[in-house]
């Protein structure tokens, strides 16, 4: 189950980085996000390729139509698995982006384009009260779900507690990528929707995020099994 675990290399340098992966071999899935991607440049990608892993971009493009086209028409040249897009950029943008995908794919490479439905760091309070969304939380996550679908893109980014819900509508084959993945024994910090690692595999999460449980664990090699083997259990139970 370690191919189903995504985790974050949330750190500020090149260097930092290689350091992490070189103490988590096992861990053939990384995810390269902003800080990371502006400290680095793609070199942290090709350091990445060289260990033969592979990569979610996370880079959440949000722009205009022709903008995120170019962007993500670049992304897709680094021979990466998943890069992000936010729905809320429009249906447009989210078409233009998915032909720039597949007009630009480095040679071997099948890159996933998702969407972000709802940053796992807002509470349905914010969505209503801060971001003025007048829908409930899950509804908002499944209409932007929908929208990626029917814009032709591979999947979607999303809280674990609308995992169900998403994988009922949008289909078996519609990748669904969960961060806010705790295990039971690790803290919280600022997720605020967040279940299981064994409870969002059986929701339906195709991918799971796992960064502070395994990156910040004495032992991060051993928090890591021991989420695999909590994957597992899920599995056959």
Do not use: N
């Given at each position: 189950m370690n191919d189903r675990i995504i985790v974050p290399l949330d750190v500020p340098s090149e260097e930092s980085a290689i350091a992490l992966i070189d103490r988590l071999p096992q861990v053939t899935f990384w995810k390269v996000g902003l800080e990371l991607f502006v400290s680095s440049g793609s070199n942290i990608l090709k350091v990445l390729q060289e260990r033969e892993k592979r990569i979610f971009l996370d880079l959440k493009f949000h722009d205009i139509p022709n903008t995120v086209a170019g962007a993500c028409a670049a992304a897709a040249r680094y021979g990466v698995d998943l890069i992000t897009v936010h729905a809320t950029a429009g249906k447009a943008a989210l078409q233009a982006a998915q032909s720039a995908i597949e007009a630009n794919k480095a040679p071997?490479?099948?890159?996933?384009?998702?969407?972000?439905?709802?940053?796992?760091?807002?509470?349905?309070?914010?969505?209503?009260?801060?971001l003025k969304?007048?829908?409930?939380?899950?509804?908002?996550?499944?209409?932007?779900?929908?929208?990626?679908?029917?814009?032709?893109?591979?999947?979607?980014?999303?809280?674990?507690?609308?995992?169900?819900?998403?994988?009922?509508?949008?289909?078996?084959?519609?990748?669904?990528?969960?961060?806010?993945?705790?295990?039971?024994?690790?803290?919280?910090?600022?997720?605020?929707?967040v279940m299981t690692p064994g409870q969002a595999m059986k929701a339906g999460a195709t991918y799971l995020v796992i960064g502070r449980p395994i990156t910040a664990a004495?032992?991060?090699?051993?928090?890591?099994?021991?989420?695999c083997e909590e994957i597992e259990a899920a599995s056959v139970s």
């Open positions: 071997g490479s099948d890159p996933k384009l998702i969407a972000i439905t709802v940053l796992t760091s807002l509470s349905a309070r914010s969505l209503a009260f801060e969304i007048p829908l409930e939380l899950p509804e908002y996550a499944l209409e932007m779900a929908m929208l990626a679908k029917e814009s032709g893109l591979g999947g979607a980014v999303c809280s674990p507690h609308e995992v169900t819900q998403l994988r009922e509508v949008c289909g078996k084959d519609f990748v669904l990528v969960c961060p806010g993945v705790r295990p039971a024994w690790a803290a919280v910090g600022d997720q605020q929707r004495d032992d991060p090699g051993a928090a890591f099994e021991r989420i």
